[in-house]
């Protein structure tokens, strides 16, 4: 599939500022969910701009397209939440195995390395699940914390071990957990 982006022009990830001047395009090549048997792969054309602002650190950057792109990625958003969905329910090798026969690439550690740790909100949600999983079997443990209410269903921290006072002092951090 070819694709062009056509939107208004990107803003500075660091200023915020919004782009003025084109410094070039080029294409981007994305992996995107399969479409029955067939692999889809989306020729995307982006175009990099200049940051104009003098303060800002970044002198160019490139656009990106909301619901199909997200920066550092090889492939769209709709292959990466499903592939994050996949490796949450099943981990690692079990994840990959699913993937291959779905006709989709994705190794064990491209699967995991989606799993990173999400941004940790200042107070705990009001219903939280506690859990503990393994880094390493045998070896190293730690503990994953959810928010279990009705409609999150998210991952909110994942802490380095499964002692008590690990948890214990995450508690006292972010208040507000109601039920454990």
């Keep these: 599939?070819?694709?062009v982006s056509t939107g208004r022009p990107g803003r500075c990830p660091d200023c915020r500022k919004q782009a003025r001047r084109v410094h070039s395009a080029y294409q981007r090549?994305?992996?995107?969910?399969?479409?029955?048997?067939q692999r889809v792969?989306?020729?995307?054309?982006?175009?990099?701009?200049?940051?104009d602002r003098k303060k800002c650190s970044r002198k160019t950057f490139v656009e990106q397209v909301p619901g199909l792109s997200?920066?550092?990625?090889?492939?769209?958003?709709?292959?990466?939440?499903?592939l994050r969905s996949i490796a949450v329910e099943l981990g690692?090798?079990?994840?990959a195995?699913?993937?291959?026969?779905?006709?989709?690439?994705?190794?064990r550690t491209r699967l995991l390395r989606l799993l990173t740790a999400p941004p940790v909100p200042d107070r705990a949600p009001r219903v939280l699940g506690v859990d503990e999983f393994a880094?390493?079997?045998?070896?190293?443990?730690?503990?994953?914390?959810?928010?279990?209410?009705?409609?999150?269903?998210?991952?909110?921290?994942?802490?380095?071990?499964r002692t008590s006072e690990t948890f214990a002092a995450w508690l006292r951090d972010h208040?507000?957990?109601e039920i454990i």
Aim: with cysteine.
């Design 135 to 161: 880094f390493r079997k045998g070896c190293t443990y730690g503990t994953i914390l959810v928010d279990v209410d009705v409609e999150a269903g998210r991952v909110v921290d994942v802490l380095p071990d």
């Design 97 to 107: 195995r699913l993937c291959r026969r779905l006709l989709v690439a994705a190794g």
């Design 70 to 82: 997200e920066r550092h990625r090889r492939s769209g958003t709709g292959l990466t939440g499903w």
């Design 175 to 177: 208040p507000g957990a």
């Design 1 to 3: 599939m070819e694709a």
């Design 29 to 37: 090549i994305l992996d995107e969910r399969p479409l029955g048997s």
């Design 92 to 95: 690692g090798r079990p994840a």
């Design 41 to 51: 792969v989306v020729r995307l054309r982006v175009r990099r701009y200049f940051c």
